[in-house]
């Protein structure tokens, strides 16, 4: 069976904290995506990586960025978080064909 | 760019037949997914078209138009549990990334 596992589901951190999220797959993936959704706006991509130590943005990059050091896990960073980042954060995962495997989502609150 | 419609909300009764609509405006195409996400859920795949057609699985079938940018999502027999939102998404020729619509939230009533 197919398994993208988040870190957290919930997660409340305070304004100007450093906020990792943490998304690690068992398929073997070679591309991994980090979105966010807030209702009204649907999924939007943040980072994308096709590979290892590759990165690239996706449409709503500001405040964040990645690490992906391993094939398995990509993390998201948030440098200093902003109440304006409080959101549902969704981990994808995919081979070379497109059909996306989703992780269970980390709801984050920033207070 | 990408813009992708669909609409926000519909209602339907249970054993009855829901079409969502999706239309879409890309610079290149590589096909259609639709996702079914549950309240607090992960979305979870439902189809994928890359042809012009109608795709059928089960109760599920999901048609596709790329001459009209256009795709349609039909759930038949609504049981209550089809009650979730279902997502559009396309993605690019050029690049594995998906891009999606805001979603419709479907509301199946007894």
């Known amino acids: 069976d197919v398994k993208v596992t988040q870190s957290s589901r919930y997660l409340v951190k305070r304004t100007g904290e450093k906020v990792f999220l943490e998304c690690v797959q068992d398929?073997?993936?070679?591309?991994m995506f980090w979105y966010r959704q807030d209702p009204g706006l649907g999924l939007r991509l943040i980072y994308f990586?096709?590979?290892?130590?590759?990165?690239e943005k996706g449409d709503i990059p500001e405040g964040y960025s990645v690490s992906r050091e391993k094939k398995e896990r990509f993390s998201l960073i948030l440098e200093s978080a902003s109440t304006n980042q409080t959101s549902m954060y969704l981990c994808a995962s995919s081979l070379r064909r497109p059909q996306a495997f989703f992780g269970q989502g980390t709801r984050l609150t920033v207070v | 760019g990408q813009n992708i419609d669909q609409p926000t909300e519909m209602t339907a009764t249970e054993g009855a037949i829901v079409q969502i609509n999706c239309t879409y405006q890309?610079?290149?195409?590589?096909?259609l997914f639709w996702y079914q996400q549950h309240a607090g859920e992960a979305p979870t795949f439902l189809s994928y078209n890359v042809l012009d057609g109608l795709e059928e699985k089960g109760r599920f079938s999901s048609f596709l138009s790329r001459s009209k940018g256009y795709s349609y999502l039909l759930l038949k027999e609504l049981q209550m549990k089809d009650s979730a939102s279902y997502l559009c998404a396309v993605i690019k020729a050029a690049g594995n990334k998906l891009t999606f619509g805001g979603g419709t939230r479907v509301l199946v009533k007894p």
């Open positions: 890309t610079s290149g195409f590589n096909g």
């Open positions: 990586s096709y590979d290892v130590k590759m990165k």
């Open positions: 398929m073997d993936h070679e591309n």
